[in-house]
């Protein structure tokens, strides 16, 4: 009786293979993987101008984008061990980065108790995606 070994999917070559895939050679990319969380792989992204900044991170069962000039972010979740819907949660955000990137998007100000707080909107495939500091709205691929 044979039975299912599940193959371990190597989180830190995915990331590397969408990241090339997405972003044009001019994006300058920086990978680190922090010792004390080796599950957790991460890549700074640059415009070519310098001017923006972001980040995608990626462990086995969530990947988020983080834009770091605004300080919002946003979180998807994959459980299951199917390497490709892992790799379509993660292009759907490294699509997201690479429209801010290129300039895409409006900053809003929501009002909150103290302050006013920035929320990143922006199109991607005809979908609009909300970034912020506490809840973003998202849209997991088909």
Not at 52 to 73: K, N, P, Q
Not at 93 to 122: D, F, K, N, T, W
Request: hydrophobic share 40%; proline share 4%; charged share 30%.
């Amino acid at each position: 009786m044979a039975t299912c070994v599940p193959v371990a999917i190597d989180v830190e070559a995915l990331l590397r293979r969408v990241v090339g895939e997405v972003f044009d050679a001019d994006v300058e990319a920086t990978y680190s993987t922090n010792p004390r969380t080796p599950y957790l792989h991460l890549v700074r992204l640059s415009d070519p101008s310098g001017q923006r900044h972001a980040g995608l991170r990626a462990s086995y069962e969530w990947f988020d984008a983080t834009i770091f000039g605004l300080g919002v972010s946003t979180t998807l979740f994959d459980y299951d061990d199917d390497e490709e819907d892992k790799e379509a949660v993660l292009r759907a955000l490294a699509r997201v980065v690479r429209a801010y990137l290129r300039g895409e998007g409006r900053v809003e100000h929501r009002r909150g108790l103290i302050r006013s707080r920035p929320v990143l909107r922006i199109q991607v495939d005809n979908q609009e995606w909300e970034l912020g500091r506490r809840v973003s709205r998202v849209h997991y691929p088909d």
